[in-house]
């Protein structure tokens, strides 16, 4: 990693106010790429994604693609390929499932929005079944589904997820995780995962991030931090 990953965070400090949350943090994440962040409530988990897409005020070095960050808007950041999927879905109620993927083809110039809605219902059929129903009236776990194919219709070359799976039943969580594997490979989209289930997360990714109170206390590839005696009792339970 370095020069040529995807993103690459240094010595990032957030703030809210004066308040810093985020207390230099390192973070790269190389091209298709799934990276996992670990950490209790309140490390900073949230705060990082939000750093990525500058929705919160930073210091330090935020590269994409190979471009300071730093200073771009939301809107921009977005245009240059980076989606998120906030904790608590953010799908927009009243419209119809269709309008929602239509709206997350916003940015897009090219033509093929249509094409890729299609491509989307092919991976969540049950979202092609209910493309009438409003966002609003579905289940947790489509409103789930919906919110992933939403970014997803962005084209991102780099998608995070925060929580995806909090409050989903655990046959819902696993159908997810098998979807994000899916589109890992099928569309080479670099993934941050923020998430609580630790173990099927760290199974997907790649390497992983431990966050306490606003540091990375622990990083490394997935399968040494699943092996880390401090990550089993904080988080995989055993
Ligand atoms: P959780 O899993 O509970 O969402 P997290 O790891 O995502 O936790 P953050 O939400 O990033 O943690 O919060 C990091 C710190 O920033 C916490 O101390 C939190 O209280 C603080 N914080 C978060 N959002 C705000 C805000 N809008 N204004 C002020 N402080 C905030």
């Known amino acids: 990693h370095g020069q040529d990953s995807l993103l690459e965070l240094r010595g990032v400090r957030a703030f809210y106010g004066a308040v810093e949350?985020?207390?230099?943090?390192d973070l790269t994440v190389a091209d298709g790429e799934?990276?996992?962040?670990?950490?209790?409530?309140?490390?900073?988990k949230t705060t990082l994604l939000r750093s990525i897409c500058r929705l919160v005020r930073t210091e330090g070095t935020l590269r994409f693609a190979g471009e300071a960050i730093s200073g771009r808007s939301t809107y921009d950041v977005v245009r240059r390929g980076v989606s998120m999927v906030p904790q608590g879905r953010g799908t927009l109620a009243d419209l119809s499932v269709e309008d929602n993927l239509r709206a997350g083809g916003y940015v897009r110039r090219d033509k093929q929005v249509k094409a890729d809605i299609a491509y989307w219902y092919d991976v969540f059929p049950r979202l092609a079944r209910r493309r009438s129903t409003s966002a609003g009236s579905l289940s947790g776990g489509e409103q789930q589904m919906l919110a992933i194919a939403r970014a997803?219709?962005?084209?991102?070359?780099?998608?995070?997820?925060?929580?995806?799976?909090?409050?989903?039943?655990?046959i819902v969580v696993r159908q997810l995780f098998d979807v994000l594997a899916r589109v890992c490979a099928e569309r080479a989209v670099a993934m941050v995962i923020v998430e609580q289930n630790a173990a099927l997360a760290l199974d997907m990714a790649q390497r992983g991030y431990v966050l306490e109170a606003g540091a990375v206390a622990l990083a490394g590839p997935a399968g040494r931090l699943h092996d880390d005696e401090s990550v089993r009792r904080a988080y995989l339970g055993y």
């Open 21 to 25: 949350c985020l207390h230099g943090v």
């Open 34 to 44: 799934v990276v996992v962040v670990l950490g209790a409530n309140g490390a900073g």
């Open 152 to 170: 997803l219709m962005s084209k991102p070359r780099l998608l995070l997820l925060d929580e995806p799976s909090l409050g989903l039943a655990p």
